[in-house]
């Protein structure tokens, strides 16, 4: 049975109507049309789907909608602000640490929790903390060349 459940994504609260297993991915990418949260393993195994939850970093292919009530809930599409890329995206984008993009999104969320938590992660703690996150196009280097970027050039953390 569904139930009517109300959720903060962006900024934005939204009236749903969920069933009891629907997970978040489910609800962002078929119900608020949000598909910059990508479906990848859909097991929580490849990080393609993390969007910030309260500002840390979840797996929405294993959360369920209805645990997201009353938390703020932040999507790909949500972390520009005023029309300005989030230095993370403007630094993937000059370092080249993206091709095809499917893991982009993760992976730049992934990694705006790690500047949310921490003032100045080292490259070992960058790439321990992002390591759920995989890419089959790029290798690595200049996905943890771009977050080492952003922090430097925003000071960011806490
Ligand atoms: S789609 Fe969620 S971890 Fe792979
Ligand atoms: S850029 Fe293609 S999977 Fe990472």
Redesign the pocket.
């Known amino acids: 049975m569904k139930s009517a459940i109300k959720l903060k994504v962006n900024g934005d609260d939204h009236e749903l109507l969920v069933s009891p297993n629907n997970t978040l991915?489910e609800v962002l990418r078929e119900k608020l049309g949000l598909t910059g949260t990508?479906?990848?393993?859909?097991?929580?195994?490849?990080?393609?789907?993390t969007v910030l939850v309260d500002g840390e970093s979840r797996?929405?292919?294993?959360m369920l909608a209805v645990d997201a009530v009353g938390k703020e809930i932040i999507t790909i599409e949500g972390i520009e602000e005023n029309g300005h890329l989030d230095p993370l995206q403007a630094a993937f984008v000059e370092k080249g640490g993206l091709q095809c993009g499917f893991c982009t999104p993760g992976m730049i969320l992934t990694a705006r929790s790690i500047l949310n938590e921490e003032a100045r992660p080292t490259e070992e703690t960058i790439k321990r903390k992002m390591a759920g996150n995989l890419c089959r196009c790029t290798g690595y280097k200049k996905i943890v060349e771009a977050v080492m970027t952003a922090n430097e050039q925003t000071g960011e953390g806490a």
Do not use: P, R
């Not at 990508?38 to 789907?49: N, R, S």
């Not at 797996?59 to 294993?62: A, D, N, R, V």
């Open positions: 991915l990508k479906q990848g393993c859909d097991l929580g195994a490849c990080g393609a789907c797996l929405s292919c294993i």
